[in-house]
C-alpha cells in the first residue's frame, strides 16, 4: 500500500512539473520575412511634398550592410571591398579640378540641419548638419560624437593633393572608405551639389577656417 503511495505520488509530481513546464513556455512566433518587413515600412509611410516613398528602398550596398548586421562574421573582406571599390569608382570630382570653396559659407552649412524635408519647396538648397556628428570648431559646446572630432582637421594633415582626394571622397561617399559607413552619401545621393561640397572642404581645409584655429 505504501509503495503504491510513493508510487502515485511520484506520478502526480511528474503531471505537475510537465504543466508548470507548459505553462511558463512562450509561443514560438516566427520572425517576419524581410518582404513583410518593407511591406510594413510602405504602409506606414505616403508621399509628401518633395518626401517620396521611394526613400525606404534600399541600394543594394545598404542591403548587404543590413543582412551583415546578424549574419555570422559580418561582411565578408571580399563583399565589403567590392562595394568599396564600386563606390569609389561613382565618385565625381569637381569639375575645375579646385577642391577648396568659401569657407565662411561652408560654415553655415556646417550649422544648418534642414533639408528634403516634406515642407521644403523642390530645389531647396540642403544644409549639412555636420555638428550633429562632429566637433569642428573650440567655440561650438553642442555637438554630437558619432563621428571621430574635426578639430584641426586641416592643421594636422595639411592640403596635399592627396588629402584633398580623400577628403573629397570622403565627404562624396564615405561608403568608398567604409562599404557600411553611417555618414550621409552627400554627393552621391546628391544631398549637396559640387559647390556645397567645396564650401565644406574650405571649411575642413583653410587656414583661415575656425576649424584649424
Known sequence: MLRTI????GLLLVALLAACANTDSKPVVAEPTNEEINQLLLASFK???????ERVNQTELQKACSLAETAPGGLSDAKRTELQNAALAAVKF???GKYLGDW????????N????????KEGTAAGGNCYAC????PQELA???IGPSLYQYGKLRGNSEEIMKYTWV???????YNACSNMPRFGAEGILTETQIKDAMALLLSPDSPVNK
Open 6 to 9: 510513493k508510487h502515485s505520488t
Open 47 to 53: 508621399d509628401k511634398g518633395i518626401a517620396k516613398l
Open 134 to 137: 562632429h566637433q569642428l570648431a
Open 170 to 176: 570622403k565627404i562624396w561617399n564615405s561608403h568608398a
Open 104 to 111: 565662411k559659407a561652408g560654415e553655415k552649412l556646417a550649422q
Open 113 to 120: 540641419g534642414r533639408g528634403f524635408q516634406f515642407s521644403d
Open 143 to 145: 555637438y554630437g560624437n
Open 94 to 96: 569637381p569639375a575645375d
